[in-house]
């Protein structure tokens, strides 16, 4: 069997499901419980849910032959995994975030609060601007709002968070959607069977069949 980590939450539904229309279906996964690792034999998948974070230390490790994670985390701590396939769904934007009314003073260093403090300081590097990284784990947005920060580095995807809390989108730096990754050495020694689920993902994806999301237990 392949052991395939799904990120706990909306995505792993998302992800499940499309993993299910793909023909890996695993009907234990669907009873009401709190168990964590799921499988099905006769399909050759075991499935377990662990953290969206998590996702890729699993995979990287081997102790799980695939997984599903935002291209985001990918970004952010360069596992050392393939990247098979981007699954078209969990799409949302890297952004530079602030105050409507904020305008950068080139001659003072910019204090920008993130969760993803390699992406932002890649980004910025890149533009040549010198910044002080505030290295937040979550509810970023509060940052510029306290004066902690002048402008966040965060994943936009409704926007509703910025909007309730006055903030507005000032750049785009990368659009994000969630990737199908592999572990190194499954993918040369379960190669056919790691295929089999990359071609079946592909295949209905290029379909552009409608796939209902399932909404499981976590
Ligand atoms: C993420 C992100 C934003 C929000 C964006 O936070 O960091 O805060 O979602 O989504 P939106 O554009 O649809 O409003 P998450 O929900 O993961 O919580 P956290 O801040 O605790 O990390």
Redesign the pocket.
């Known amino acids: 069997m392949i052991n395939v980590a799904l990120p706990k939450g909306r995505l792993g539904d998302r992800t499940y499901s499309l993993m299910a229309a793909a023909g890996f279906d695993c009907p234990a996964i669907l009873e009401k419980n709190r168990k964590l690792t799921f499988e099905n034999p006769e399909k050759g998948v075991r499935y377990f849910w662990v953290k969206p974070s998590d996702v890729s230390i699993y995979v990287e490790r081997g102790a799980a032959d695939i997984g599903v994670c935002g291209r985001d985390i990918l970004l952010e701590y360069r596992p050392n995994v393939y990247e098979l396939l981007d699954l078209g769904i969990g799409k949302?934007r890297m952004c530079v975030a602030g105050p409507k009314d904020f305008s950068d003073q080139m001659d003072r260093t910019l204090r920008v609060a993130t969760?993803f403090p390699n992406i932002a300081g890649n980004y910025y590097e890149s533009i040549g601007r010198d910044i002080d990284i505030i290295h937040l784990?979550?509810?970023?947005?509060i940052a510029p709002i306290l004066g902690l920060s002048d402008v966040i580095v965060?994943?936009?995807?409704?926007?509703?968070?910025?909007?309730?809390n006055d903030l507005v989108v000032l750049k785009e730096i990368i659009p994000i959607s969630a990737r199908l990754i592999s572990n190194k050495v499954s993918f040369q020694f379960r190669h056919d069977e790691i295929q089999a689920v990359r071609d079946g993902l592909e295949k209905l994806i290029k379909s552009g069949e409608k796939v209902e999301t399932v909404s499981l237990q976590h």
Not at 155 to 160: F, L, Y
């Open positions: 949302c969760k784990n979550g509810s970023i947005e965060d994943i936009v995807e409704t926007g509703n968070t910025l909007r309730e």
